[in-house]
């Protein structure tokens, strides 16, 4: 197995061995969560992402309440997928960049409108966790991520938070790609610079300001699709060479 690929993406193609396995049919259930979350060793969010990923791609789907069940596996259609099976080409991400940028934008200057005291507090524990993640082999992708996700809740439109939730870890690709540092002081700056635009992020939503919210979201993701096309032409001139 490519080790770019993200736990949530080896445990949608467990999901699907499993299916294989058990001779699930369109229509039958699926073990509950507790018993994948200790079949396939990992949380109930992996197991809760990698559902909702499966669900989005019509794999599976769910009734409240009752469970998840197989679906039948859509028929195949022309074109690209719009959540990326595995991050490993770069220019799938700067076309997916874009996705972010037209979708999320408009998210924080809702968010900016709609927020409420307790996504402001998830927020900022997001970006406590993401500092704390500098001198780690995560990258703070986790923590990152979980600061979007805090924005998508605060729209109080449950379409943002599903936008998300079926991206997954994919949403933040940078560890996938193998994102390299010269020294660790290198990777600190980066990081350092990441904080501060979700700072200004988050200030402009604490104050209010959907205007000032938007324009630092599009300034944020707009620098984050040059660092990935810095890194494609940094990682071109060193094959050639």
């Known amino acids: ?3 770019t690929l993200h736990l949530t993406d080896r445990v949608k193609l467990d999901l699907l061995r499993l299916i294989e396995a058990d001779h699930l049919k369109p229509g039958d259930r699926l ?13 109930r969010t992996v197991v809760r992402e990698a ?33 990326m099976a595995a991050p ?17 934008v408009e998210a924080a200057g809702l968010a ?3 927020r ?41 439109n449950n379409r943002f938070r599903l936008f998300v939730d079926e991206v997954g870890e994919r ?15 290198s ?10 635009e979700h700072q200004r992020i988050y200030d402009a939503i604490s104050d209010r300001k959907p205007d000032e919210a938007r324009v630092a979201m599009r300034r944020h993701l707009e620098d984050g699709r040059r660092r990935y096309r810095e890194w494609r032409i940094a990682n071109d001139a060193a094959a050639v060479g």
Do not use: W
């Open 51 to 83: 559902i909702a990923s499966l669900k989005a791609e019509g794999r599976l789907r769910s009734l409240r309440g009752s469970g998840v069940y197989v679906e039948a596996p859509p028929p195949a259609a022309k074109g690209m997928a719009l959540f």
């Open 112 to 114: 900016a409108e709609r």
């Open 171 to 185: 949403l933040i690709p940078r560890r996938a790609l193998g994102a390299t540092f010269i020294d660790e002081r």
């Open 116 to 156: 409420t005291e307790i996504n402001l507090v998830r927020m900022a524990q997001a970006l406590v966790q993401f500092r704390k993640h500098f001198k780690d082999k995560t990258l703070a992708t986790d923590a990152d991520r979980a600061f979007h996700r805090a924005i998508a809740d605060a729209t109080n």
């Open 1 to 3: 197995m490519s080790a």
């Open 88 to 104: 490993e080409e770069i220019g799938d991400i700067l076309d997916f960049m874009e996705i972010r940028i037209a979708v999320e």
């Open 31 to 43: 073990p509950a969560a507790d018993d994948l979350c200790r079949q396939f060793s990992v949380s």
């Open 187 to 196: 990777k600190a700056e980066f990081l350092e610079i990441i904080a501060g």
